[in-house]
């Protein structure tokens, strides 16, 4: 397991490296003892990775959790892996920390073009909201599988809106 510190973060994420490109790294991210889902991060903002040494990848074993096949993602740009989000992710969580420190946009993609993917997105009442576009150039990472997002999809489901 590996603990990366970000140019963004005051913290950092842990996970296990489960895809790389030049550009991304794939993790299976662990939070609180347990795995949370996939975590698609630039390596350009990765300013240190340790390995972990305390007693989690331990308790993982111990609790027979075991790191789940990985995504099969295009890790080469923002687009491509959000052009490849496996139908079983029917939510994505991005983020453009340097434009928007702190703050995560969930939604389905609609619709991706050279510069932009747009989502429709669900807010934190799981409520359908507004189709908003992003600039692909500035997503700093992209959240897939976590429990957050399963759980606004759960509640949100039934009147998601038809993907075109």
């Given at each position: 397991?590996?603990?990366l510190?970000?140019t ?7 996970g ?5 490109s030049?550009?991304?790294?794939l993790?299976?991210?662990v939070?609180?003892?347990r795995?949370?889902?996939?975590k698609?991060l630039?390596?350009a903002?990765?300013?240190?990775v ?9 308790l993982?074993a111990?609790r027979?959790?075991?790191l789940?096949?990985q995504?099969?993602l ?9 052009k490849t ?9 991005i983020?453009l920390?340097?434009?928007?420190p ?9 619709k991706i ?13 799981a409520l ?8 692909l ?6 959240t897939l599988?976590d429990d957050?997002?399963a ?13 075109l």
């Open positions: 397991m590996s603990q510190r970000r963004f973060d005051a913290w950092h994420t842990d296990f490296v489960v895809g790389l030049e550009k991304w790294v993790l299976h991210e939070y609180n003892c795995f949370t889902g996939w698609a630039r390596l903002d990765i300013t240190s340790e390995s972990e040494t305390s007693f989690v990848p331990r993982l111990r027979g959790h075991t789940q096949p995504p099969a295009d890790l080469t740009s923002a687009s491509s892996i959000l989000l496996p139908p079983d992710f029917p939510l994505v969580n983020e920390e340097k434009l928007w702190g703050t995560c946009y969930i939604g389905q993609v609609k073009d050279r510069s932009t993917v747009q989502l429709t997105e669900i807010d934190a009442d359908w909201e507004r189709v908003e576009a992003y600039p150039k500035e997503i700093t990472q992209i599988g957050y997002s759980g606004l999809w759960e509640m949100g489901a039934e009147s998601a809106p038809k993907k």
